[in-house]
């Protein structure tokens, strides 16, 4: 769905504007998301994105709404998580998108709750309807690694990663606190595709701001019988200077849960001919404070297993010269490594 390698990092430069733009006509579920982690503690990372249309990631059939829109505007801040979830609320339908360059907004009325417009040079800004939360971020990117597919049941998942310098200001109510740090950005594509494989139980998806300017991203997923899914189980370490290197998952992760369900610390292991990364995560206590924006918005954290989790990692890089040690500060997007049918019909048509 891509023109790049899978695997391979490039320049942003060379990113064809195929691969970066929304194409409606051929994907029916596209999306941007971006996530952030900040210097300022008092603001220390957030999420925020869409995605336009429904696609089914379960294994039985069950209809995906082609209108359906899902928008996260998620502040993680020290006192807690401010989750605006208003998905639903808008239909894709109202999603603008330049054909031309990269230029993205939804808007109803008189406001803008999303913009995401320039490229290498970005801005990202998001409001929620009550005007209580509201980000703006310029972000440079350097480079850009095409993933390897996720093949689901019913579904082709497939998006490339890239990580860049962020800065701006972040609004809570009437405090406003200007932020600098590191944002991963996926853009994501999917494919309605029937396929004879099992379903995914859960996946962990790691992104990591390592000490040394450089970073550290990937995948650890499962189907249904508990399996690794090998496609689905990498890693992506991009140095200071925007070179990458594809490292495949060589051990599971030990994962320790919370009393929520939801992971509180877990180690990895990626390895590859010229790099082995190890990496200690653990997960810092945030309580769900505010989530709202649509009557599925969740009422606690054991209810909303795709939280975003702010991280602390202890990293090691070896190489033929000998190991190095690294210290890290990062964020991880999402996790959900329980099985069971989903919560609402909102989350059966999207991701």
């Known amino acids: 769905m891509f023109s790049g390698l899978v695997g391979q990092t490039l320049p942003s430069h060379a990113l064809a504007a195929g691969d970066l733009l929304i194409d409606p006509m051929r994907f029916p579920s596209e999306g941007d998301w971006a996530f952030c982690r900040f210097d300022d503690e008092r603001i220390p990372a957030l ?14 059939a069950r209809a995906s709404d082609p209108d359906l829109f899902q928008l996260h505007l998620e502040v993680m801040a020290s006192d807690g998580a401010h989750l605006w979830l208003p998905t639903g609320v808008y239909p894709a339908r109202d999603l603008r998108s330049d054909p031309r360059s990269k230029d993205v907004r939804l808007t109803r009325d008189s ?6 417009s320039g490229w290498p040079e970005m801005t990202w800004h998001a409001c929620s309807d009550d005007g209580e939360r509201e980000v703006e971020l310029e972000v440079s990117v350097s480079s850009v690694t095409v993933l390897p597919d996720c093949i689901l049941p019913r579904a082709v998942f497939a998006m490339w990663e890239t990580v860049g310098l962020a800065r701006g200001w972040v609004r809570i109510g009437a405090e406003t606190t200007h932020v600098r740090g590191s944002m991963f950005y996926d853009h994501t594509r999917v494919l309605h595709r ?6 995914r139980q859960g996946y962990l998806y790691t992104t990591l701001v390592l000490a040394d300017g450089g970073a550290l991203f990937g995948y650890h997923a499962v189907d249904v019988t508990g399996r690794p899914i090998d496609d689905s189980c990498f890693g992506i370490h991009v140095d200071p200077a925007g070179g990458g ?3 495949p998952l060589t051990d599971a992760p030990e994962v320790r849960l919370d009393a929520d369900g939801l992971p509180a610390r877990w180690r990895l292991d990626w ?9 200690d995560v653990a997960v810092r206590p945030t309580p769900l404070l505010r989530a709202w924006g649509a009557p599925t918005a969740p009422t606690s954290r054991a209810a909303f297993p795709i939280i975003p989790l702010v991280l602390d990692a202890d990293v090691i ?33 999207s991701a």
């Open 47 to 60: 999420r925020m994105g869409f995605q336009r249309g429904g696609f089914n990631i379960w294994p039985d």
């Open 111 to 116: 406001r803008e709750p999303l913009a995401i």
């Open 245 to 247: 290197r594809f490292l």
């Open 271 to 279: 390895r590859g001919p010229e790099l082995a990364v190890m990496a």
């Open 317 to 349: 890089l070896e190489t033929p010269r000998g190991p190095g040690h690294c210290a890290a500060s990062a964020w991880r997007s999402t996790s959900m490594l329980r099985p069971g049918p989903p919560r609402s019909p909102t989350e059966a048509a």
């Open 194 to 199: 029937e396929h004879p494989v099992p379903g």
